[in-house]
T-cell receptor
Framework: DSGVTQTPKHLITATGQRVTLRCSPR?????VYWYQQSLDQGLQFLIQ???????AKGNILERFSAQQFPDLHSELNLSSLELGDSALYFC???????????????FGAGSRLTVL | AQSVTQPDIHITVSEGASLELRCNYS??????LFWYVQSPGQGLQLLLK??????LVQGIKGFEAEFKRSQSSFNLRKPSVHWSDAAEYFC????????????FGSGTRLLVRP
């Protein structure tokens, strides 16, 4: 157990639907990162939050949004889902931001999204 | 542009044989380097990291990696592979410029022959 908790583990939904993935970071970590892993795109960085504020943005589609709440948990919202959104979505956390140690990430086990 | 290259998509080795997984990066700023391992159905686990100092770093599970600045490489090695090492291995690099973004390579899948 890495200490990063992601729910749900598996999710099957239909095209056009909206889903929310949840992440609780490791105790004491202030930064949360979201990654998408698919067979054709590999591991893609989506977005990062630090202590409730967005700090870095990667290849995140406009249909996707995220936030980090005061208790530091984060949610990734995926809307108007398409078949190509089927992937494993990872959350990771780290102690801080903007320092070397901030990039030592602890990953959760992932949420597998299947869009039919 | 910042990039991380793992030139081998798959590598197959026999149990007990030595292993080297390649990783190259491009970009001029000082890199900080990581190797992560992903077992089937699992998240990524940090194997080792290099920030500064001795360019040969030791990690968990008997892995080591060597940073070679002149070759822009950070290859992962293990002297004797065990069947449980079968997994996907990701090299990752962060450049301490304004982005602080950790960029992953495409991964190398290791298969271990009994």
């Amino acid at each position: 157990d890495s200490g990063v908790t992601q729910t749900p583990k598996h999710l099957i939904t239909a095209t056009g639907q909206r889903v929310t993935l949840r992440c609780s970071p490791r105790s004491g970590d202030l930064s949360v990162y979201w990654y998408q892993q698919s067979l054709d795109q590999g591991l893609q960085f989506l977005i990062q939050y630090y202590n409730g504020e967005e700090r870095a943005k990667g290849n995140i589609l406009e249909r996707f949004s995220a936030q980090q709440f005061p208790d530091l948990h984060s949610e990734l919202n995926l809307s108007s889902l398409e078949l190509g959104d089927s992937a494993l979505y990872f959350c990771a956390s780290s102690p801080s931001w903007g320092s070397i140690g901030a990039n030592v990430l602890t990953f959760g086990a992932g949420s597998r999204l299947t869009v039919l | 542009a910042q990039s991380v290259t793992q030139p081998d998509i798959h590598i197959t080795v026999s149990e007990g044989a030595s292993l080297e997984l390649r990783c190259n990066y491009s970009y001029g700023a000082t890199p900080y380097l990581f190797w992560y391992v992903q077992s089937p159905g699992q998240g990524l686990q940090l194997l080792l990291k290099y920030f500064s100092g001795d360019t040969l770093v030791q990690g968990i599970k008997g892995f080591e990696a060597e940073f070679k600045r002149s070759q822009s490489s950070f290859n992962l090695r293990k002297p004797s592979v065990h069947w449980s090492d079968a997994a996907e291995y990701f090299c990752a690099v962060v450049w301490m410029d304004s982005s602080y973004k950790l960029i992953f390579g495409s991964g190398t899948r290791l298969l271990v022959r009994p």
